[in-house]
């Protein structure tokens, strides 16, 4: 019965996360964890909840509302909880997958270095999944790793091409190596996949332009400002 019963509690928290009501969710997922129901996973969601009202934070602090030190320390707290969380389940996928990501975002080469570390644990956990492929990607274009970004951004692709971003982040990568050719071929792709996209025509454009092919800049950069005419 009683098991039964933080079941329940755990799945309201689940639900209340998905609804926005992280107050809420935090203190569902606290009684859990006084039980010790599913600590790895309630570490998890627990943290997930703290990310998420730390990015409200921000969101606030932009449109110039003010942040609460409790809520930019609940990103602190965050980290602390996926790590424990790992120490309870090193195979825990989401909680690999999340410290990873969300240590990618710190801007020293230390915090990136760990990154890579979570989140190669994440894709040998489930090679499958696009989005940590696409985060792994993202680790080792920072970490100055071209060739081996350009292969996770690939496999990214492979497994998920539905994503535009993962398209446009490593058409920006071959730009950035110099690989022109390879930049067009994912612009070409981007466009016919996500024709309703304003950026994939405007870079497009770019790159007319700066060969000289004045004519097909002018209607790449039409067809892209025709789909937002805020793009310039």
């Given amino acids: 019965m009683r098991q039964n019963l933080l079941q329940s509690t755990f799945k309201k928290a689940n639900r209340k996360y998905q609804e926005h009501d992280y107050a809420k969710a ?11 129901f599913r600590e790895s996973d309630c570490l998890n969601n627990l943290a997930n909840t703290y990310c998420q009202s730390y990015l409200l934070s921000i969101h ?38 999340n410290l990873g990501r969300h240590l990618l975002l710190r ?14 644990v994440g894709v040998l ?8 492929h696409y985060h792994l990607a993202r680790c080792k274009e920072a970490m100055m790793d071209d060739d081996g970004a350009i292969e996770e951004y690939t496999l990214a692709i492979q497994l998920d091409s539905s994503k535009a971003e993962y398209l446009l982040d490593r058409a920006s990568l071959y730009e ?9 071929i994912d612009l070409d792709t981007a466009i016919s996949l996500f ?9 497009r454009g770019k790159m007319k332009l700066e060969d000289g092919n004045l ?18």
């Fill in 125 to 132: 956990l489930s090679p499958k999944d696009s989005i940590t």
């Fill in 176 to 184: 950035v190596i110099g690989q022109r050719e390879q930049v067009r």
């Fill in 107 to 120: 801007p020293n080469h230390e915090d990136k270095k760990k990154a890579m570390k979570y989140l190669k």
């Fill in 60 to 97: 606030r602090y932009c449109v110039g509302e003010t942040s609460t030190h409790q809520e930019i320390g609940e990103h602190k707290k965050a980290f602390k909880l996926y790590e424990r969380a790992i120490e309870l389940n090193p195979n825990h996928i989401n909680a690999n997958f």
């Fill in 215 to 232: 004519t097909g800049a002018l209607i790449d950069f039409s067809k892209g400002l025709a789909i937002n005419s805020e793009s310039w």
């Fill in 195 to 203: 024709p309703e996209m304003d950026a994939p025509y405007l870079e």
């Fill in 26 to 36: 935090e203190t569902l997922l606290l009684k859990c964890l006084d039980a010790k």
